[in-house]
């Protein structure tokens, strides 16, 4: 099975400022990885996909890089609609399809 | 719009069963595999079982396997997990969702609570 290790656990980041949440996979996914944006009582909203490729409606101040191991997801200029957790999630290799252990993007 | 609704949540005694749906709608059900997916209270996202379009390919996490049955039903458009035996731990919020390599659409989910 596939681990998927998100870091930080908790980024404190002011309105406006630039967030970089990292997630790192135990063995390559090459570009099958996801990333997930969860607010509290809601279901997980797909936000990336192909590593890099940003989902329908989607806006562009989100955006995904990396390949094989190492990803990173970059929110440019955080809103207040963006503070919530985010999740990354490999399907390269499954079952099962693993998700990270999230990254909560709180107000500073 | 693709719309994908969860029910059958409730509270259950540890060792006793329940099964869930999820109805689909606003594409083409039977041409999707299918997924669910579990939340505990305040944790994060596990995967919980996998089902392909004609139900030939199925998949559990190891968590659940050989006490949760996945299956759906394309004529009714309409996706289940049967959960017997269950534990404290498989408390959690259920949702479905549609698998097209990532998950781009989700149910809003149902509460499964598992106390005596």
């Known amino acids: 099975e596939i681990v998927m290790t998100q870091s930080p656990a908790t980024l404190s980041v002011s309105p406006g400022e630039r967030a970089t949440l990292s997630c790192r996979a135990s063995?390559?996914?090459?570009?099958?990885l996801a990333w997930y944006q969860q607010k509290p009582g809601q279901a997980p909203r797909l936000l990336i996909f192909?590593?890099?490729t940003r989902a329908t409606d989607i806006p562009a101040r989100f955006s995904g890089s990396g390949s094989g191991t190492e990803f990173t997801l970059t929110i440019s200029s955080l809103q207040s609609e963006d503070f919530a957790v985010y999740y990354c999630?490999?399907?390269?290799?499954?079952?099962?399809?693993?998700f990270g252990q999230g990254t909560k993007v709180e107000i500073k | 719009e693709v719309q994908l609704v969860e029910s059958g949540g409730g509270l259950v005694q540890p060792g006793g069963s329940l099964r869930l749906s999820c109805a689909a709608s606003g594409f083409t059900f039977s041409s999707y595999s299918m997924n669910w997916v579990r939340q505990a209270p305040g944790k994060g996202l596990e995967w919980v079982s996998y089902i392909s379009t004609s139900s030939s390919t199925i998949y559990y996490a190891d968590s659940v396997k050989g006490r949760f049955t996945i299956s759906r039903d394309n004529a009714k458009n309409s996706l289940h997990l049967q959960m017997n035996s269950l534990r404290d731990e498989d408390t959690a919020v259920y949702f479905c969702?549609?698998?097209?390599?990532?998950?781009?659409?989700w149910g809003q989910g149902t509460l499964v609570t598992v106390s005596s």
């Open positions: 063995q390559s996914v090459s570009s099958n």
């Open positions: 999630q490999q399907y390269n290799n499954w079952p099962p399809k693993t």
């Open positions: 969702a549609r698998d097209g390599g990532s998950f781009a659409y």
């Open positions: 192909g590593a890099s």
